[in-house]
């Protein structure tokens, strides 16, 4: 199904005021069509003016207003002849149908109202929700948070925003039931696809990009590379609804409740392990400036024995969790 835009048809205020025109006449036309019945003359006036103040409002029904980045999508009889795209005050054929499969689907993104109606009757935001026009603007979808098992097996909840708009009128509405629910189906769809590819966060011999050799790609660390394969994986599958997916980004990203607690104690302990390489790499430098600036000012001289108790000694000081509790030896060295 293709896209024929309708142009040329702005002559709404024309058709409006010939109608306010015609129907004031007829009503002319029947006052004095009565009055000339009443005389004996010939009632042919009396019938037309009827006939016109009967069926003359028929042609507003052909009335369409559009306003900036809106359009309409018109059927007669079952046949689409065409969309109506650019804002302005439009007359149509009085029988031409407006559809839009989508209009009461009420998802997470802008653009969907999710007010009730009041008991007087709808408000002017379900009625705008209601409506068989389509919005041509850029809109954001926020799909719920999904539990997906990342490359390695770990559960994990993530969630994704994308921003989307329709480019073909015709193909949303006819190629698909409802293009909403299609668009967020397929978001669901290509995340778990994509997401299943990487590790949460770095982990060793995982090839991420399918080149055979092992990389440093993960959800966590790679996120703009990750969204990109994520719309463009949305992009695939929407093609044929007339969507243009504009951009994909990750907006939540954490370990399942159930290995939450597993996984930060294993980031904890990777801490403490970095924490203490770089102590005890700058504690050794310490010890053997210590033992160099000793033995060059000859202010002590130790041999093999006591310089390996005196480096213990300094490491389990500079080491050690707590503050060290100085000891003084006030006998002989040896």
């Not at 409506?131 to 809109?139: A, E, P, R, V």
Request: proline letters at 3%; charged letters at 20%.
């Amino acid at each position: 199904m293709q896209e024929k835009v309708l142009k040329g048809r702005k002559f709404g205020m024309a058709v409006l005021l010939l109608e306010i025109v015609l129907l004031a006449a007829s009503v002319l036309g029947i006052i004095f069509g009565g009055m000339m019945m009443d005389d004996g003359i010939s009632p042919v006036l009396f019938i037309i003016s009827m006939l016109v103040f009967c069926f003359g409002w028929i042609p507003l029904l052909g009335l369409r207003i559009l306003k900036p980045q809106e359009a309409l999508v018109l059927t007669l009889f079952g046949k689409y002849i065409g969309t109506l795209k650019e804002n302005g005050f439009y007359w149509v054929n009085p029988f031409c149908s407006s559809v839009n499969p989508a209009a009461k689907t009420k998802l997470s993104q802008s653009g969907d109202v999710k007010t009730t109606a009041i008991a007087a009757g709808s408000t002017a935001q379900d009625i705008e929700l209601n409506s068989s026009k389509l919005s041509l603007k850029i809109m954001t979808l926020s799909n719920n948070r999904q539990k997906i098992n990342d490359c390695l097996g770990n559960p994990i909840e993530i969630g994704i925003a994308v921003t989307w708009r329709i480019v073909d009128t015709a193909k949303a509405v006819f190629n698909v039931h409802n293009y909403k629910e299609y668009l967020s189906l397929q978001c669901d769809s290509a995340l778990r696809n994509i997401v299943r590819m990487y590790p949460y966060d770095v982990a060793p011999n995982v090839d991420t990009t399918g080149d055979g050799i092992a990389d440093d790609g993960s959800l966590r660390g790679s996120s703009d590379i990750v969204a990109g394969k994520i719309r463009d994986e949305i992009q695939q599958r929407v093609d044929e609804a007339g969507i243009e997916i504009v951009e994909a980004r990750i907006t939540y990203l954490a370990y399942a409740p159930e290995i939450a607690a597993v996984m930060l104690q294993r980031q904890q302990a990777s801490a403490i392990i970095d924490a203490r390489k770089m102590i005890v790499d700058g504690a050794v430098g310490m010890v053997e400036m210590a033992l160099e600036r000793l033995s060059e000012n000859n202010v002590v001289t130790l041999d093999e024995e006591r310089k390996a108790a005196m480096v213990s000694n300094l490491l389990v000081v500079l080491c050690g969790n707590h503050d060290a509790q100085p000891v003084v030896n006030s006998g002989s060295l040896y």
